[in-house]
């Protein structure tokens, strides 16, 4: 499957964006649809994730403040974000796995939030 990011760009600090992961194929079987971010230097890290079943989850940093969603007729996973930190500046990446085989990664999207 392949996936495509959007809907990052520059906000000040207690904005919000919302990012769009389109897949290529249906997701309604894909297992888990992660949200992942990376800073330049540092290792990627896990943001949220959605299960087949709706089920999500979040990192204790972005809890109460971000939200995952998809829209399956659309193929497209979401993450809300508001209430944005300076500290929420990374490159954002979309990531497909299931329980066994391959996993799929997007390409990033930039978030830049200013102070």
């Known amino acids: 499957v392949q996936l495509q990011a959007s809907g990052g760009g520059l906000v000040q600090a207690g904005g919000s964006l919302r990012l769009s992961c389109a897949a290529s194929?249906?997701?309604?079987?894909?297992?888990?649809m992660d949200w992942y971010r990376q800073v330049p230097g540092n290792q990627r890290e896990l943001v949220a994730t959605?299960?087949?079943?709706?089920?999500?989850n979040y990192a204790v940093s972005v809890k109460g403040r971000f939200t995952i969603s998809r829209d399956i007729p659309e193929n497209t996973v979401f993450l809300q974000m508001n209430s944005l930190k300076p500290e929420d500046t990374a490159v954002y990446y979309c990531?497909?796995?299931?329980?066994?085989?391959?996993?799929?990664w997007g390409q990033g999207t930039l978030v830049t939030v200013s102070s």
């Open positions: 959605i299960t087949n079943s709706g089920s999500t």
């Open positions: 990531h497909a796995r299931n329980n066994f085989g391959p996993t799929y």
């Open positions: 194929r249906s997701i309604r079987s894909i297992n888990f």
